[in-house]
């Protein structure tokens, strides 16, 4: 079975800080993957996705995230953090013809003022 | 555009009890899913519909549960009886086609507690 692996469950950061998110996942075939985020009291949102193409893929809020087949990554960046990306976000995987995504565990970003 | 909608956003029942939770998917959309997420772990896929045809129920964690869309509208996933491990955030999501690059439009959870 196909798994994703999110390596932070807590991170702490200043505004203006560079955020990276890391995210694995398990699974030897065609993948799509996303990144979702949940802000306090909201729904998950995409924040972006990447099914082929340039493996650099740039999502909604300055978010980007890159695609590393032989790493099976899909780590989620920003160059400079605000206080309102305080949310929970998640890794998800894909395969292509199913239908059900796999989450990874989240990760709570908390950025402080 | 209206979202999807999910309702209550929270419920406590007693163990043993029935619980049915109601997902009201965008207009137009025929496909539906059920996911959940219990405190600590990943969210997980429950189940799938297309209309009102239930295309994967891999999910599903036993006969407890037992997901409806009848005339391939609002869907309701109902726990009957309810145990304490049922505990945790339901979520419903919707889409037009069903490969995943059509995008899920997710509802804000349902918050259920069995204590």
């Known amino acids: 079975a196909q798994s994703v692996s999110q390596h932070n469950h807590h991170v702490i950061l200043s505004e203006a800080a560079s955020l990276e998110l890391g995210c694995n996942y398990s699974y030897g075939g065609t993948v799509n993957l996303f990144w979702y985020v949940q802000y306090p009291g909201q729904h998950l949102q995409l924040l972006l996705k990447y099914f082929s193409g340039d493996p650099l893929v740039k999502g909604i809020k300055g978010f980007e995230a890159e695609f590393i087949k032989s790493k099976f990554s899909f780590n989620l960046r920003k160059p400079s953090v605000q206080w309102s990306d305080t949310a929970e976000y998640f890794c998800?995987?894909?395969?292509?013809?199913?239908?059900?995504?796999?989450f990874g565990k989240g990760t709570h970003l908390i950025i402080q003022p | 555009e209206a979202g999807v909608t999910q309702f209550p956003s929270h419920s406590v029942i007693e163990k043993g009890q029935t619980v049915t939770l109601r997902c009201d998917p965008i207009s137009g959309h025929d496909n539906l899913y059920w996911y959940r997420r219990v405190m600590g772990k990943e969210i997980k896929f429950l189940l799938h519909?297309?209309?009102?045809?239930?295309?994967?129920e891999s999910g599903m964690p036993n006969n407890r549960f037992l997901a409806e869309r009848t005339g391939g509208t609002y869907s309701t996933l109902k726990v009957q009886p309810a145990e304490l491990e049922d505990s945790g955030v339901y979520f419903c999501?919707?889409?037009?086609?069903?490969?995943?690059?059509?995008?899920?439009?997710f509802g804000s959870g349902t918050r259920l507690t069995v204590v």
């Open positions: 998800a995987v894909g395969r292509g013809g199913a239908d059900g995504l796999t």
């Open positions: 519909f297309v209309k009102e045809s239930k295309q994967d």
């Open positions: 999501a919707s889409s037009q086609g069903t490969a995943p690059n059509y995008g899920y439009t």
